[in-house]
């Protein structure tokens, strides 16, 4: 009996090598179905893309990625109604193809104020449950409409997000459970990091105590920036630990990138001088915009900054440098300090991970992990000791 050899056609390989791409370079779930959508609208010469998934609470369809629609949209994640193609198609289970002003079809509403003349939509069905709805549209009527052969490879393609989504959800799902445990693992070392803060902070307040019953108001004010000190090391892990366990929806808004940057400098300036530490920025010349919280991208930019000057006691070069893609922004924090062991690389970022337990619990660049992650991006550290260290920091770019 002789085997039959499957061929595959080039265009499905061409979508298999993409889609693999696709799930290499995605930061998290959001921004792999970006990245498809905009695969989505090259390949198939359409003008936009869109992919509905239903929100596990409430049961409805929202947006939560596409090309050629306004960002503000997207932002907004708006909900399809009973009217409109992509909740037809959901309810209905099956792909559907529209060619001709789809305006003109009695049975929808689109939501879009853009003329469309021509859409493939295709349900996203996970052991046997609808998540979601993928379409791609042509609005230009110069372009020919879509055939039963790009509905094909469409839902072909359909099926792999479908996958690639479950892959990259089962494994966001895994470091969180690995989070999680670490979190367990090292919460007697958190208590210890805590309980030596209090010991420093009464330590402070009874050598306050005896000096001001001894009525000696010169070695009181000598000493008042230990009580001080202490309060606020104490105060700031606090926040710090309340802050990573947190699992908030910070508000978000348009950031211009070079702006924000320069008021972090200006309050990390002072305290570059008093070590002699140069500090030194670097963007370019036309205006970058992200879309974030300033105060959490401030805390996490501090983090670091804060870190690298604390290694440098003696002074040293501090250079942050802030570069664009297409599509992302990067901004890159170096330094000349005593740089990170080999070994601490892959832990820098671990939850209560410290080298200087008299001074930390390791909270710090956990908690900027998690808030550059919530923002979309990516962090990274390159480091070798004696030669400093480089903290890159990865954020989507927002488009005007």
């Known amino acids: 009996m002789s085997e039959k050899t499957v061929q595959i056609s080039p265009k499905l390989k061409s979508f298999i090598t993409k889609i693999n791409e696709s799930v290499a370079h995605a930061r998290n779930s959001e921004h792999l179905l970006f990245l498809i959508s905009k695969l989505a609208v090259s390949e198939f010469d359409a003008d936009r893309a ?3 998934l239903r929100d ?68 996203l069905i996970f052991e046997n449950s609808v998540n979601g709805v993928f379409s791609i549209s042509r609005t230009s009527a110069e372009k020919p409409v879509f055939t039963d052969e790009d509905l094909l490879l469409f839902r072909f393609l359909g099926d792999l997000v479908v996958i690639s989504l479950q892959l990259l959800i089962a494994q966001e799902k895994k470091i969180h459970s690995e989070q999680l445990a670490a979190i367990g693992l090292t919460t007697a070392e958190l208590v210890h990091s805590l309980k030596n803060l209090l010991v420093g902070l009464f330590g402070a307040v009874e050598l306050m105590d005896v000096l001001i019953k001894q009525d000696e108001w010169s070695s009181v004010k000598e000493n008042w920036n230990l009580l ?79 870190n690298a000057i604390r290694f440098m006691p003696n002074g040293g070069q501090l250079n942050i440098i802030c570069d664009r893609s297409e599509e992302v922004v990067s901004i890159k924090i170096s330094d000349t300090g005593p740089g990170i062991p080999e070994e601490n690389i892959e832990k820098i970022f671990d939850p209560f991970f410290t080298t200087d337990k008299k001074k930390g619990t390791g909270i710090g660049l956990a908690l900027t992990k998690k808030i550059v992650e919530s923002h979309g991006g990516n962090i990274s550290v390159e480091s070798k000791p004696g030669s400093g260290a480089t903290f890159i920091i990865e954020l989507p770019l927002l488009k005007e």
């Not at 469309?116 to 295709?122: G, N």
């Not at 320069?262 to 030194?280: A, D, Q």
Request: charged share 25%; with cysteine.
């Open 50 to 52: 869109s992919i509905f």
């Open 56 to 123: 596990e609470k409430t049961g409805q369809l929202r947006l939560v990625a596409g090309t050629g629609i306004p960002e503000e949209i997207i932002k907004s994640r708006p909900v399809a109604q009973s009217h409109n193609i992509s909740y037809w198609v959901a309810e209905k289970r099956k792909p559907l193809i529209l060619n001709g002003p789809v305006r003109k079809d009695k049975r929808f509403k689109t939501q879009s104020a853009t003329d469309i003349s021509s859409s493939i939509i295709v349900p």
């Open 228 to 306: 001080v000190d202490s309060v606020k090391n104490f105060s700031t892990i606090v926040n710090q630990v309340l802050s990573f366990s947190r699992d908030n929806v910070i508000a978000k808004e348009k950031v211009e990138l070079n702006e924000f940057t320069e008021s972090i400098c200006k309050f990390v300036r002072p305290k570059c001088n008093i070590s002699g530490i140069n500090l030194s920025i670097k963007y370019p010349d036309e205006k970058i915009f992200i879309w974030g919280n300033k105060e959490s991208l401030y805390n996490a930019m501090m983090n670091i900054l804060e």
